[in-house]
């Protein structure tokens, strides 16, 4: 036996479920981070999160109609990230609020097509799916929509990245160089909306906040240049989410036959990412905490 | 307790053809003509074979026509509450199958209700697979404990009741006789299942069930499950080591979607099964339908996705 085989037990790349859950998650993973940087740069975390919540909505629209989850996140997701932007309320204890009560119904709507769904569409499982993810049943025909939907939303960035950094850092100063906030601001609100229709595919819901926010949060905890800050959470994102899909993947063999979810394993790992995160703060000079986990 | 999250809802049963057809089992035996006797099945198979012990003298009401309701879906209302709460006899489940209507009964404490548990009145432990009425010796013992409430309640009929369970064992005979002929003839017979809606009915045709039984807890709950047993249900299938996909008709998710697709590109014969009394079906008549349609696949390799319309008389 090989050592390897210690960690990566034999059949493990050539399950089916396991194929498409590694492919999918690093796709969520990474445009999570990517997009999560700027989004705890410019302070809107929390709209991240509500965003998710109210994708949830189209995620269970898609069981009750029969079509792709994926198409239901993503429609929903952008709608809403679009009426964030176009709302463009500029009080942030208004706009939390906004975006509170957004959340609510949101969330509220998921509940009666869930309902709805469960009643007449047939389906089993939908809640779970839809709020907490359930990778290991994305069918495998949903690669090359999530590929291009990654693609898509990297190239989003990538376009308006230097107008995008500047206006994260400072609105005002990006305005007075004659950047054009508002279009930036649209561009990363629908970057946002595809980050957070992956994520939800993945992990769920409800926790795709934290493939958006926690390997971005644990990055920005010590890395001084914002390239450095997005490779660390492109790193840290992917690693909590392959090392998430194999460690539920294990545990097969260590619970009474069953495994744990994976959603828990990866939102475990980069809780312990955004730990260690804030260890390598404390002591810079020690750089073997700065590994991610 | 993971029991209490089993089972989602089932849904295509919710037919206007079940719906008239069990409005007739009510209204064949309601009315006036219950003698002022309500008894109430939880599940619409437990209400089946109320109605067949008790005749003419109980106005018989299935809450449950399906059954497999997820308890955060499931809301009992005002009416239902009302109705098994004043009734004389209820039947129901159990093993987490119904939690909703033990909890109406004890919220309406009625000293001369008769209530028939299944679960307790086969003495099974809490997780034991919920979908006891597949087993060949659970509705028998429901039926005796059928007729002794009605004899309680109404002590002059009393001998009506018993010649009544004798005319239900009877009929099952049949049943009996094939399920014993379909075990002398395909012993051991290896079939793959979505859920564990039939197995007790499997096993007592001899069968043996291939698939992972943490998966077809996964599926009945809903979980996420562990991709080592998708694996193992997929090389059942594709690999033919299986004679019979065992399909639960009433609960399916993109998965067993793709169980069913795979089998049939394998070529494996489907045999569809259901958690509550399909249209037109006595109890007896299903399950016989339902035996019958494995014979048909493990002898004949042809697939009986649905239950035709039933025969209906026991």
Known sequence: ?293 | MIQSIICNMPRRLLSPALVLSVAALISGCAGPAGGGLTAIGIESQYADVLSQIAGPYAGVRAIETNPNTDPHEFEATPSVARAIASASLVVENGLGYDPWAGRILAAAPNARRQVINVQRLLGLPVTANPHVWYNPRTMPAVASAVAAALSRLRPAHSAYFQAQVRRFDASLEPWRRALAAFKRRHAGTPVAVTEPVADELLEAAGCTILTPYSLQIAIMNGLDPAPQDVAAEEALLREHRVKVLVYNRQVTNPLTTSFLELARRSGIPVVGVYETLPAGYHYQSWMQAELAALEHAVSRGASTETLGPGAGHP
Do not use: C, K
Request: zero cysteines; charged letters at 10%.
């Open chain 1, 1 to 293: 036996m090989y050592p390897l085989e210690l960690i990566v037990p034999p059949g493990f790349l050539a399950n089916e479920p396991v194929r498409t859950a590694l492919i999918v998650g690093a796709g969520a993973a990474i445009v999570s981070a990517v997009v999560g940087v700027f989004t705890v740069m410019r302070g809107q975390s929390f709209a991240g999160h509500a965003l998710a919540d109210v994708s949830s909505a189209g995620g269970s629209a898609a069981f009750l109609l029969g079509i792709s989850p994926l198409l239901g996140f993503l429609g929903v997701a952008a709608l809403a990230a679009g009426a964030m932007e176009w709302a463009d309320v500029r009080d942030a204890r208004e706009r939390d609020l906004v975006t509170g009560v957004m959340l609510g119904v949101g969330l509220g709507v998921t509940a009666l097509l869930l309902y709805l769904g469960t009643i007449q569409g047939s389906t089993s499982g939908a809640a779970i799916a839809v709020l907490f993810g359930s990778m290991f049943t994305i069918p495998a025909s949903i690669v090359p929509l999530a590929i291009g939907v990654a693609g898509v939303a990297l190239v989003a960035i990538a376009v308006i990245y230097r107008p995008l950094l500047l206006s994260s850092l400072s609105a005002d100063l990006a305005q007075a160089r004659g950047a054009r906030v508002r279009r930036t601001g649209l561009v990363h609100a629908l970057a946002l909306a595809l980050a957070v229709s992956l994520a939800a595919m993945t992990v769920g819901a409800i926790l795709s906040t934290a493939l958006l926010i926690g390997p971005a949060a644990a990055a920005l905890r010590f890395a001084d240049r914002p390239g450095r800050a997005l490779a660390w959470a492109v790193a840290i994102g992917w690693a909590a989410t392959w090392g998430g899909i194999l460690l539920a993947y294990d545990s097969f063999y260590w619970t009474p036959g069953h495994g744990w979810p994976v959603s828990f394993f990866i939102v475990a790992l980069i809780f312990i990412a955004y730990l260690l995160a804030g260890l390598a703060r404390w002591r810079p000079r020690q750089p073997a905490l700065r590994r991610p986990a």
